[in-house]
């Protein structure tokens, strides 16, 4: 089984920075990809970034340039930097794990930690 635990969530200015982790258990997270998304009080859930078991990464448009996920295998962590803190960046973030096999896959969500960016 794996548990997902998020932190470093918390109130920061505009233009500020925070940097996110995500602690893993279980024996899968090195072949796991890992994401992080986030849900702002009424819009949908989104992708924030993404990083696979061979670090390849994507990220969303909005965070282009000011975000940066990576990941830590000898610590089954994975981390979330932002910089550059917009209002709009204010949202609950959750990690996310997705292990796959042929024909079927695997998603596990941590509880989320809140982001607020705001003066």
């Known amino acids: 089984q794996v548990q997902l635990v998020e932190s470093g969530g918390g109130l920061v200015q505009p233009g500020g920075s925070l940097r996110l982790s995500c602690a893993a258990s279980?024996?899968?997270?090195?072949?796991?990809?890992m994401g992080w998304y986030r849900q702002a009080p009424g819009k949908q859930r989104e992708l924030v970034a993404r990083?696979?078991?061979?670090?390849?990464?994507n990220y969303a448009d909005s965070v282009k340039g000011r975000f940066t996920i990576s990941r830590d295998n000898a610590k089954n962590t994975v981390y979330l930097q932002m910089n550059s803190l917009k209002p709009e960046d204010t949202a609950v973030y959750y990690c996310?794990?997705?292990?796959?096999?042929?024909?079927?896959?695997?998603?596990?969500w941590g509880q989320g930690t809140q982001v607020t960016v705001s003066s």
């Open positions: 279980g024996s899968i997270f090195s072949t796991s990809a």
């Open positions: 996310n794990s997705n292990y796959r096999m042929p024909g079927r896959s695997w998603d596990y």
């Open positions: 990083i696979s078991s061979g670090g390849s990464t």
